[in-house]
């Protein structure tokens, strides 16, 4: 009884001392029952992974069934372990680990693929470089039991444990993926995690250059002994400003390249630029990997046609089967350094899907030519209706 004595409190102090030990001594004994159950090879609860299946066995290791997604064995008694998934699946994870690991690739373009293919993911939902990075890191693809790779405790928020740390068993489960490439993708992506200094940078790139006799991108992924090209491009702006960092001059002409990294600037700037003046109006604005959902009505998606010097023509491509219901293409003015004027296409158009335009086009492909995007704005502008009784 709590009266508001000395006597009363010091007992409830106690008491809640008590209660914490008990808390601690129990989570104590549970790590360890776990650890016991995970050196044992049996699956310690989370989603088996995509191209994973997870399979009840009873105490004598007699399969019983496979789990579906949110089901949960029924006896105590019962284990789940891993097994490989369907064979789509499985060919999906091991040409994930190819791209990652022989060509590569990060995982936001592996991500991208595998959506442009219209793979989905185990979640039955798009895929994002996360969920990638998570599968080239995660061992139970290689057979291994690992648990322990994170933790919470006392509603803190979620650690990622230091791979000491970690609770596992090799060759549990019946490996999809091989050793070797395992542990090349873990290499890359300490490589990736790993920080260098430009003078790191050029020094690996002239290496190379030793022992090849020359360099190209396609060297670059190759090599084990050189960061990825998307680390140059960060530090030297792609691989042509770390070519003359260390004083290489490739052979041809890649001007080109600095133009389209140009035009893929302004394109994004005018992304942003028309998300911002659709929200200031009122207007809500979802942006996808390569469109904008506009009021949940209508999408679009935004292309630059550069002015082409020889000729000053520009060329208008198009998707013929367009998933969006309309396609803003910004004209360059000739120089290629700003925009002239707007194309609005609808998804139903006349146009082929390369359409060379000049400064005149009659009217009816000119019906669709802007000065600018407010119409767009104005379409898109969310009005208050007023209520007459």
């Not at 959902?293 to 023509?313: D, G, H, I, Y």
Request: aromatic share 8%; glycine share 6%; hydrophobic share 35%.
């Amino acid at each position: 009884m709590n009266d508001g004595s000395i006597s009363a409190t010091l007992l409830k102090a106690i008491k809640r001392a008590m209660a914490g030990e008990y808390s601690r001594e129990l989570s104590v004994k549970v790590f360890a029952g776990k650890c016991r159950l995970i050196d044992l090879g049996f699956r310690q609860g989370g989603p088996a992974g995509f191209g994973l299946r997870r399979l009840v066995i009873d105490q004598h290791r007699t399969p019983k069934g496979i789990l579906s997604r949110g089901e949960q064995k029924n006896l105590i008694t019962d284990r789940v372990i891993l097994v490989p998934g369907p064979e789509e699946e499985i060919k999906v994870v091991r040409e994930v680990f190819r791209k990652f690991t022989e060509e590569r690739k990060p995982p936001k373009t592996i991500a991208t693929m595998l959506n442009e293919c219209g793979i989905l993911s185990e979640q039955g939902r798009p895929w994002t470089r996360y969920m990638i990075y998570d599968m080239v890191t995660n061992p139970k693809y290689v057979g291994t039991n690992v648990s322990n790779r994170t933790s919470c405790k006392l509603r803190s928020k979620s650690v990622k444990n230091p791979p000491e740390m970690w609770v596992q068993r090799e060759n549990a489960f019946a490996p999809i993926i091989d050793t070797d490439t395992f542990e090349k993708a873990q290499w890359i992506t300490a490589d990736r995690t790993h920080r260098y200094s430009e003078p790191e940078l050029c020094a690996a790139l002239d290496g190379l250059l030793r022992r090849e006799g020359r360099l190209s991108l396609s060297l670059v992924r190759k090599s084990s002994e050189v960061p990825c090209p998307e680390v140059y491009e960060k530090h030297f702006g792609g691989l042509l400003g770390a070519y003359r960092a260390i004083g290489y001059v490739p052979k041809g002409d890649f001007s080109y390249l600095e133009g389209a990294r140009q035009l893929h600037k302004i394109h994004e700037q005018m992304v942003l630029r028309f998300v911002a003046e659709l929200v200031a109006s009122g207007a809500t604005v979802k942006r996808n990997r390569s469109s904008l959902t506009v009021n949940e009505e209508f999408t679009l998606r935004f292309k630059v046609a550069r002015c082409s010097s020889r000729t000053s023509k520009w060329t208008l491509r198009l998707s013929p089967r367009s998933d969006v219901d309309m396609t803003v293409v910004a004209r360059m003015e000739p120089g290629n350094e700003s925009v002239l004027d707007y194309y609005i296409v609808p998804k139903v158009h006349h146009f082929s899907p390369a359409t060379t335009l000049s400064l005149d086009n009659g009217f009816h492909t000119d019906t669709y030519r802007f000065a600018d995007l407010s119409f767009l704005i104005k379409l898109a502008r969310r009005v208050k209706l007023e209520n007459r009784s």
